[in-house]
């Protein structure tokens, strides 16, 4: 369907058709009772995310981590795990305030602790 707009500002198309249907009596209807008026859809299935650390049981202190996991329960290691890691981003905001250091440079450097405790097996 070609269209295009003529000198005078109008719109011009090639379609000379009407907007009706062209299948009439029988056959429309037989089409329309073939066709479902719905379609159920199953719920989409969807992977968990995967928030594992890539280096999960690398690094220099992964066993130790490994070994107080064990011992003190994970729902009480990942207690204390947290109380450090928010221990250690608040270290990281008061060194950046001394320095005056802006709040882009603080994420940052909170994201560098992560990877290198990542590599150092703390989040083992």
């Given at each position: 369907?070609?269209?295009?707009?003529?000198?005078?500002?109008?719109?011009?198309?090639s379609f000379h058709g009407s907007w009706g249907t062209s299948m009439?009596?029988?056959?429309?209807?037989?089409?329309?009772?073939?066709?479902?008026?719905?379609?159920?859809?199953?719920?989409?299935?969807?992977?968990?995310?995967?928030?594992?650390?890539?280096?999960?049981?690398?690094?220099?202190?992964?066993?130790?981590?490994?070994?107080?996991?064990?011992i003190v329960g994970k729902k009480r290691f990942n207690q204390l795990?947290?109380?450090?890691?928010?221990?250690?981003?608040?270290?990281?905001?008061?060194?950046?305030?001394?320095?005056?250091?802006?709040?882009?440079?603080?994420?940052?450097?909170?994201?560098?602790?992560?990877?290198?405790?990542?590599?150092?097996?703390?989040?083992?």
């Open positions: 369907m070609a269209a295009s707009i003529c000198a005078s500002g109008g719109l011009v198309s009439v009596g029988d056959d429309y209807h037989a089409l329309m009772q073939s066709v479902p008026r719905y379609v159920t859809v199953g719920k989409p299935v969807r992977s968990p995310p995967c928030m594992k650390n890539v280096n999960e049981g690398k690094g220099i202190f992964a066993p130790v981590v490994v070994v107080t996991r064990n795990r947290g109380k450090a890691i928010a221990l250690h981003s608040q270290v990281i905001t008061e060194f950046c305030k001394s320095i005056g250091a802006d709040g882009k440079q603080r994420q940052g450097l909170i994201r560098l602790a992560k990877k290198n405790g990542e590599r150092l097996g703390f989040l083992a």
